[in-house]
């Protein structure tokens, strides 16, 4: 499902700089089978973010290789990669919701990106908005939220399409304990049903509750899988 092969990523600055500039992952390797579920974690600035872009095609490695699917990264065309990214589902830690659509439409971009019909994107959205508390707020533009709101309607986003792989950078940081745990249920649910997924978190407590396999990044370096 998701494998990487002695993976490094330096992001190029242009100009004089671009070769002292430092790698941000260096020599990374791992793979996580089709349904698999993994903790990513590690202090500040040890390339969590970093690892979870290139797992959804945000950024390319270096050099080594990545594979997605069974598919080879770094070969396809874009249009391909687009189709890759529909069955990807992320949450973004700065939310990234568009300030000019609802609750409820920026919810159901995704499905209407993927041509779904409305009678069963309403039926999934308002599914997923009343799941995690917002049923009251479909029409609310994001500006018009709390931040534990938006958080919540990014993680809808991400997971109304029942992706295929779920890539979260911590979903749980603008939420109390009650939405995080409410929030672990829906991922764990999806998990049961097939979803690989991916979390990076701070969040040692929820770590524990929720025992998985770990990917632990160091320095740009993975120091331990499993």
Known sequence: MVKFDDVWLKYQHHGHAAAAAPDVLRGVSFEIPGGGFRWLTGPSGAGKTSLLKLIYLAEHPSRGRIDI??????KISRRDAALLRRRIGVVYQ???????LSAYDN???????ARRNESQIHADVTEILRWVGLSGRLEALPDELSGGEQQRV???RAVVGRPKLLVADEPTGNLDDEQ??????LITALNRLGTTVVVATH??????????????????????HG
């Open 154 to 156: 990014a993680i809808a």
């Open 107 to 113: 919810v159901a971009l995704p499905m209407r990106l």
């Open 94 to 100: 700065d939310f990234r919701l568009l300030p000019h």
């Open 180 to 185: 995080a745990e409410r929030l672990m249920t």
């Open 69 to 74: 699917f069974g598919t080879h990264a770094a």
């Open 203 to 224: 969040n040692q407590a929820l770590v524990a509750r929720y025992p998985a396999a770990r990917l632990e990044m160091a320095n740009g370096r993975l120091t331990s």
